[in-house]
């Protein structure tokens, strides 16, 4: 559950950012979100079912002035789903089945506002 993830070049990457409404906590999704996940994970976590792996991210309240051009911006509490594909048509596949919609939609009761963007990989690299 905690272990690291190897993404292959040439991998899809969505990024989902989940507003939550006001007054609710990380903390109140948390089920919701871990039974969206699993159903993504042990559905479509196969060859034929493209899912690389994936992590969830907390907004902290930190902007980088060195990496931004308006780092005076605030931001609202959200969460970040971070996906990785091998296709983005799989990606599209597992979303479109009645069983994630379905935790999909507890998880958005909890929502302001989710949007979802696709990107495709230019380029990966470690430190040596």
């Known amino acids: 559950m905690f272990d690291p993830i190897t993404i292959p070049y040439g991998a899809v990457m969505l990024f989902n950012v989940i507003k939550l409404q006001k007054g609710v906590r990380p903390d109140d999704v948390?089920?919701?979100?871990?039974?969206?996940?699993?159903?993504?994970?042990?559905?479509?976590?196969?060859?034929?079912?493209?899912?690389?792996?994936?992590?969830?991210?907390?907004?902290?309240?930190?902007?980088?002035?060195?990496?931004?051009?308006?780092?005076?911006?605030?931001?609202?509490?959200?969460?970040?789903?971070?996906?990785?594909?091998k296709s983005f048509e799989q990606h599209e596949k597992s979303h479109a089945d009645r069983v994630f919609k379905e935790k999909f939609s507890h998880l958005t009761e909890f929502c302001s506002d989710t949007y979802e963007l696709g990107y495709t990989m230019l380029w990966q690299g470690m430190r040596d």
Not at 55 to 84: A, C, K, M, N
Request: glycine content about 16%; some cysteine.
């Open 30 to 85: 948390e089920l919701a979100l871990g039974e969206m996940c699993n159903v993504v994970k042990n559905t479509y976590g196969n060859e034929s079912g493209g899912f690389i792996g994936g992590q969830v991210f907390e907004y902290s309240g930190f902007v980088s002035d060195e990496g931004s051009f308006d780092s005076g911006r605030e931001t609202e509490p959200h969460l970040v789903i971070i996906t990785y594909w």
